[in-house]
T-cell receptor, first 112, second 111 residues
Framework: GEDVEQSLFLSVREGDSSVINCTYTDSSSTYLYWYKQEPGAGLQLLTYIFSNMDMKQDQRLTVLLNKKDKHLSLRIADTQTGDSAIYFCAEGFSGGYSKLIFGAGTRLAVHP | NAGVTQTPKFRILKIGQSMTLQCTQDMNHNYMYWYRQDPGMGLKLIYYSVGAGITDKGEVPNGYNVSRSTTEDFPLRLELAAPSQTSVYFC??????????FGEGSWLTVV
């Protein structure tokens, strides 16, 4: 079946790097996404990677994809207090209604 | 830019009451979605629509109904509200391409 798993909580010190990990089971996905959700707000698309790519960098964000192990990670360099939020990993599938399968989210807490 | 707008933001319902969550988008997107988010869980798809007049069930449709009479609007109807429907509801839309735009969410409590 389709499943996306993430660790539920990560705590980092301000200025350090954060690495949020995600594993998935369905290798037929076309895209893999990272969404950010701040308290009381909707989901904001942070970045996505095509399933045939290994890495994508976007300013402080680095996405690594290991297709063989079905493992996706999001690295946030120089983590700031404003990065405190819940981060959702999601698998996206082309065709039809463009199904998205979400993980449960990782709550990132940034402390001084 | 308005994007995807949901109303109401918060609502408390009594068991057995009915209500409609409104969703409208001003981006002329064909695809629209309703998700629910339960604590500690990822988003689950309730219903989706690929265009005006066309809707279909997602993963968790029981207890809900939708309609899509226009491209802009995709209301979600709860009939006979139950405590299990206490959740945060997100509407979203997409055009061709990868980006799905989410509304800010509607917090619903059924007591």
């Amino acid at each position: 079946g389709e499943d996306v798993e993430q660790s539920l909580f990560l705590s980092v010190r301000e200025g350090d790097s954060s690495v949020i990990n995600c594993t998935y089971t369905d290798s037929s996905s076309t895209y893999l996404y990272w969404y950010k959700q701040e308290p009381g707000a909707g989901l904001q698309l942070l970045t996505y990677i095509f399933s045939n790519m290994d890495m994508k960098q976007d300013q402080r964000l680095t996405v690594l994809l290991n297709k063989k192990d079905k493992h996706l990670s999001l690295r946030i360099a120089d983590t700031q207090t404003g990065d405190s939020a819940i981060y959702f990993c999601a698998e996206g599938f082309s065709g039809g209604y463009s199904k998205l399968i979400f993980g449960a989210g990782t709550r990132l807490a940034v402390h001084p | 830019n308005a994007g995807v707008t949901q109303t109401p933001k918060f609502r408390i319902l009594k068991i057995g009451q009915s209500m409609t969550l409104q969703c409208t988008q001003d981006m002329n997107h064909n695809y629209m979605y309703w998700y629910r988010q339960d604590p500690g869980m990822g988003l689950k798809l309730i219903y989706y629509s690929v265009g005006a007049g066309i809707t279909d069930k997602g993963e968790v449709p029981n207890g809900y109904n939708v309609s899509r009479s226009t491209t802009e609007d995709f209301p979600l109807r709860l009939e006979l509200a139950a405590p299990s429907q206490t959740s945060v509801y997100f509407c979203a839309s997409r055009e061709d391409g990868n980006t799905i735009y989410f509304g800010e969410g509607s917090w619903l409590t059924v007591v």
